[in-house]
Nanobody, 116 residues
Framework: DVQLQAFGGGSVQVGGSLKLSCAVS????????IGWFRQTPGNEREGVSA????????YYAASVKGRFTISRDNAKNTVYLQMNSLKPEDTAVYYC?????????WGQGTQVTVSS
């Protein structure tokens, strides 16, 4: 079974940094995308960043561009989201998702709280 485990969340002050990890296992896809999403209570899940396993192309939402960096370590089957210059509006539950061949696989969320 495809499994994704997101971890690394926590509580930081404004301007701080956190690095989220998404460990992926149980798949044999050659072409897939790993994305990071976030969700706050009462709101829809929004895409934050993504990286392609085909060519390492990346995507960033306008709200995080220049502050967040997505990367992956093939040897560890892990995708990272380095989050710098955090703002209170970055507070959310963060999820990672693998997309391949029209299927989506989600990991559990990890809470990120940014306080002023």
């Amino acid at each position: 079974d495809v499994q994704l485990q997101a971890f690394g969340g926590g509580s930081v002050q404004v301007g701080g940094s956190l690095k989220l990890s998404c460990a992926v296992s149980g798949h044999s896809f050659d072409e897939y995308i790993i994305g990071w999403f976030r969700q706050t209570p009462g709101n829809e899940r929004e895409g934050v960043s993504a990286i392609s396993a085909v060519d390492d192309s990346t995507y960033y939402a306008a709200s995080v561009k220049g502050r967040f960096t997505i990367s992956r370590d093939n040897a560890k089957n892990t995708v990272y989201l380095q989050m710098n210059s955090l703002k209170p509006e970055d507070t959310a539950v963060y999820y990672c998702r693998l997309t391949s061949s029209g299927y989506d696989y989600w990991g559990q969320g990890t809470q990120v709280t940014v306080s002023s």
